[in-house]
């Protein structure tokens, strides 16, 4: 995971979207992801009996159904230490591999980028 660099004003704008999603629903997880045209989608963490699926994923999906064709970037707030292969793959199909993922904390400091 490299350094925290600073962040502009899109990206801030998703790890704080991805923040309040997280307190707002009481999940482990918020996630929010930034399209080709710039519009977001935020997901919580989904932990269904029949279905379970990380922030990341669930707001890539969203992304999807509803006709991205690209990602520009993505952000997860979580107690994690790392972002999940499962998740950096989700955003790499549909950004490709060079897409940032900024991993932030509960508290909203960004702990570190990682390419998907």
Known sequence: MSEAAPLDAEDLKIITLARATRARNGVPEGAAVRDETGRTYVAGTVALDSL???????????????????????????????????????????????TPVLLAGPDGALRGTVQA
């Open 52 to 98: 379970r699926l990380s922030a990341l994923r669930t707001a890539v999906a969203m992304a999807v159904a509803s006709g991205a064709t690209s990602l520009e970037a993505a952000a997860v707030v979580s107690a994690a230490e790392s972002v999940s292969d499962e998740d950096r793959a989700a955003v790499r199909d549909l950004g490709g591999p060079g």
